[in-house]
């Protein structure tokens, strides 16, 4: 079972819906604070999830990342629409880490979905996320992978934040967006509110609520016993992200 296939599928269900952006408009005036749980932004796309056996909030709940539909994304990817059809095209079918690597590589590189076309520039909190998804795995691979990111987080002062978020029993004590320059560059999340239509504030939130959901995902015992698992995870959705979107250029 794929550690965060629930977490990118819902992401990419609601990125994939056309009225992501009349439901959840970016550049929306927000005060940059720091929440709990899945927090303003992160919490717009998954907690007010209505898919039968949408995101489970608590990480052991985790049902299976295929119970509600890997395999209809992939197909609604290819014009078969959200809940459609058996049409794969050139998305790799397959329901495991690399298939959700094609997932955001077709959400983010403009795919066909439901007759439309997705350009750049689209906005959307569903959009939004699935845009911070790889810079998140990203960082948490350029620093060692699970145990090495977390303990850049621990050195930076951050240890009661990331006992929460592996943490089976409390919700996410989430980071200050304030603070988020500390680990991403600048660059990256200029380039990211370029891309999505959001404005920095908006990308630094989301960031700021979505390392900890990730990392949450990666430790479903509340420990590092899936260090191996989730290491690799991260690897082949990466690897097969950037298959995707080179494809697409």
């Known amino acids: 079972m794929s550690l965060l296939g629930n977490l990118v599928s819902q992401v990419a269900r609601r990125a994939m819906d056309p009225e992501d952006a009349q439901r959840n408009p970016v550049n929306q005036r927000i005060d940059p604070r720091r929440t709990g749980g899945l927090g303003d932004i992160l919490g717009s796309v998954l907690g007010g999830a209505s898919q ?3 995101y489970n909030l608590r ?3 985790r049902q299976p990342d295929n119970g509600f539909g890997l395999d209809d994304i992939l197909g609604g990817l290819t014009g078969g629409g959200l809940t459609g059809g058996n049409q794969r095209g050139g998305v ?3 329901a495991g880490a690399g298939g959700l690597g094609d997932i955001l590589g077709s959400v983010l590189g403009g795919q066909a979905m439901g007759g439309q076309t997705r350009k750049s520039g ?6 939004l996320i699935a845009a911070l998804m790889p810079m998140v795995l990203s960082w948490i691979k350029r620093n060692g992978g699970l145990s090495g990111a977390l303990s850049k987080i621990t050195g930076m002062g951050y240890e009661n934040q990331a006992r929460s978020w592996m943490s089976n029993q409390q919700d996410n004590d989430n980071l200050d967006p304030n603070d988020i320059s500390q680990l991403f560059d600048e660059n990256e999340i200029q380039q990211v509110a370029a891309h999505t239509g959001a404005n920095d504030v908006e990308v630094r939130q989301g960031l700021a609520e979505l390392l900890p959901e990730v990392m949450n995902q990666l430790t479903p015992s509340g420990n590092l016993d899936n260090e191996s698992e989730a290491n690799e995870e991260i690897d082949q959705i990466i690897n097969q992200l950037s298959s995707r979107l080179g494809a697409l250029k």
């Not at 689209?122 to 959009?127: E, I, N, Q, V």
């Open 92 to 94: 790799n079918s397959n």
């Open 52 to 54: 039968t056996g949408g």
């Open 122 to 127: 689209f906005g959307g909190k569903g959009m």
């Open 59 to 61: 990480q052991y709940d």
